[in-house]
């Protein structure tokens, strides 16, 4: 019996840690968790997935510029786990 998953393209390293952060994030890097590009406009963050959640959150000031694709939630949720 032959079960059905989904396809990963090999460049997107998921990081299951239960951060959600990793819910618009991926690793460009299996070997370097620090490097994050953000699956909704693909910005790449170089300092984890703290620096990523910055990036959803729309928080200015902490060197990564807000995500223009980041939905209202999105949003919310990510300040709210900082």
Known sequence: MEQN???????????????????????????????????LCEKI?????NRHKFHIAGIKGRGV???PNASVEQKKVC????
């Open 65 to 67: 510029k807000p995500c």
């Open 79 to 82: 300040h709210e786990a900082l």
């Open 5 to 39: 998953t989904p396809a990963v393209d090999q460049n997107e390293l998921i990081c299951d840690s239960g951060d959600v952060g990793w819910k618009t994030g991926v690793l460009v890097d299996k070997k370097n968790l620090n490097i994050v590009r953000c699956t």
């Open 45 to 49: 963050t170089k300092a984890g997935i």
